[in-house]
């Protein structure tokens, strides 16, 4: 193998690993893999001499390290935790508004919630930023809706809330919905896999 094709793989190796890095669904693995394509993609500029291209990389390098220690410091937010009932006209209206959003994330999800025993309302700084819906059997809890706004989906809203549950009396959450978008987040917070159901002890 000669030089200028080791120096093309290089830059296909780096292109490769941006690309996939999109395909991930966990944000830090995006992020990680995302800069480890950008420094070698940065590397192949440099040494091809196109600076721009290297600059742009090493900016994204920059961006993707930033992110990744607001993603680490995110644990320490301090969240409020608001309980309310499913008739309640505020909640209706902020789940209005993410209502299009909600159904992306949960392919198939109804938004009538009549039937929940349990709402809450997670805020920070004053500002909702997830919703957490469910019906009661007894201690356990049936998750209909587990949902935080783009900006806050870093796990952090859920370790708060299911921190929070055993004080209502909650032993086991139960998620019986579509996964297809969440097998990271159910896995990240300690949800096990039992038939189609996902299932965690509090």
Known sequence: MD??????AIGYIGSGLVLVSF????????????????????????II?????????FCLVLINIYYLIKLKNADSREYNLLKTESSDSLLLKILELYTEDIKKC?????MNFS????CYVICHK???VGFFIGKKDNDKLNILLDYSIPEYRDFS???FIFSKLPHDGIRT???????????????KTGFVKSGSEYIKNL
């Open 106 to 110: 949960f392919p198939g999800i109804s």
């Open 173 to 187: 959450v139960i998620f019986s919905g579509d996964d297809s978008n969440h097998k990271a987040y159910l896995k």
């Open 3 to 8: 030089t200028n094709m080791i120096i093309e």
């Open 49 to 57: 001499h196109s600076y721009p291209t290297a600059i742009m990389n």
């Open 126 to 128: 004053g500002n909702p």
């Open 23 to 46: 395909l991930m669904v966990s944000v830090v693995k995006l992020r990680i893999i995302n800069s480890i394509g950008s420094i070698i993609f940065t590397a192949y500029a440099l």
């Open 157 to 159: 809203i859920g370790s």
């Open 115 to 118: 039937n929940a025993d349990l």
